[in-house]
T-cell receptor, first 108, second 112 residues
Framework: DVKVTQSSRYLVKRTGEKVFLECVQD?????MFWYRQDPGLGLRLIYF???????EKGDIPEGYSVSREKKERFSLILESASTNQTSMYLC???????FGDGTRLSIL | GQQVMQIPQYQHVQEGEDFTTYCNSS?????IQWYKQRPGGHPVFLIQ?????EVKKQKRLTFQFGEAKKNSSLHITATQTTDVGTYFC????????????FGDGTTLTVKP
């Protein structure tokens, strides 16, 4: 069974902080994705990666960056957190996609 | 990227009633995937349809892919309380990269 592990289930940070969300998969998948999910807005793709050190912007990349130094790990970075980045963040891998449990991030 | 539209946004049914959600695309899809997200959970992959006119069944769930490969549906027969959740369809954003464009989902509630 595919296992996608996100480092935190809940996270509270302050405006202006640099925030790291980590995602690790155990299936040697090349593709990894970061989404945010907000009520009424569905799943929106932030960034994805199809190989180590490769990344492409999704639909809403502004205010975010990513890092993929190793195949199994894909990190989402909020460079300077803002309150409008309060959301549920979901990491996924593969295609069809397997999701982690999500990180509910609150920016105060 | 491709836009996948899903209707209805919400559906409330009495237990035992049937339920259908529809997914439409303005462009031809090479495949379509369906996911279910339980309340408080994460989306879970249900099935992928690839062929024109394809019909697949999983117990009480029937999935169809349109002849033109621009629409799809998920039908649940005789809903149960365990069917509650949000059902998403997803089309390929970029087939080579495996990126998907998700519909906004249909949230199903079932009254016992």
């Amino acid at each position: 069974d595919v296992k996608v592990t996100q480092s935190s289930r809940y996270l509270v940070k302050r405006t202006g902080e640099k925030v790291f969300l980590e995602c690790v998969q155990d299936m040697d998948h090349e593709n990894m994705f970061w989404y945010r999910q907000d009520p009424g807005l569905g799943l929106r793709l932030i960034y994805f990666s199809y190989d180590v050190k490769m990344k492409e912007k999704g639909d809403i990349p502004e205010g975010y960056s990513v890092s993929r130094e190793k195949k199994e790990r894909f990190s989402l970075i909020l460079e300077s957190a803002s309150t409008n980045q309060t959301s549920m963040y979901l990491c996924a891998t593969g295609g069809p996609q397997h999701f982690g449990d999500g990180t509910r991030l609150s920016i105060l | 990227g491709q836009q996948v539209m899903q209707i209805p946004q919400y559906q409330h049914v009495q237990e035992g009633e049937d339920f259908t959600t529809y997914c439409n695309s303005s462009t031809t899809l090479s495949n379509i995937q369906w996911y279910k997200q339980r309340p408080g959970g994460h989306p879970v992959f249900l099935i992928q349809l690839v062929k024109s006119g394809e019909v697949k069944k999983q117990k009480r769930l029937t999935f169809q892919f349109g002849e033109a490969k621009k629409n799809s549906s998920l039908h649940i027969t005789a809903t149960q309380t365990t069917d509650v959740g949000t059902y998403f369809c997803a089309g390929p954003y970029n087939t080579n990269a495996g990126k998907s464009t998700f519909g906004d989902g249909t949230t199903l509630t079932v009254k016992p």
